[in-house]
């Protein structure tokens, strides 16, 4: 299985910025639909946001418009700007393939906090 490395994440006020990455060491991703997922503590991975291997993206409602979803194919990277950041945002997130479920291989994910 492809494994994959987050980082990026970090403290942020709420309104405030930031672009965590997802790199895929030795594996070539650019035939997959690369996804973003998020968990919040007591709650359900959810996808945050997925992108096609031609640069196609849709995003969760409630991430829509602050959000944006971005591959470097070349680089075997993807990224998640993430604007206007709001506390319900703090989560671990994760990148994977779109559609894994908790029995595929996951990185270790990136610590997102919004606080003031």
């Known amino acids: 299985q492809v494994q994959f490395v987050e980082s990026g994440g970090g403290l942020e006020q709420p309104g405030g910025s930031l672009r965590p990455s997802c790199k895929a060491p030795g594996s070539k991703i650019s035939r997959y639909i690369m996804s973003w997922y998020r968990q919040a503590p007591g709650k359900e991975r959810e996808v945050v946001a997925y992108?096609?291997?031609?640069?196609?993206?849709n995003y969760l409602n409630s991430t829509n418009g602050r959000f944006t979803i971005s591959r470097d194919n070349a680089k075997n990277t993807v990224y998640l700007q993430m604007n206007d950041l709001k506390p319900e945002d703090t989560a671990v997130y994760y990148c994977n393939q779109l559609g894994r479920g908790p029995g595929a291989s996951w990185g270790q994910g990136t610590q997102v906090t919004v606080s003031s």
């Open positions: 992108i096609t291997g031609s640069g196609g993206a």
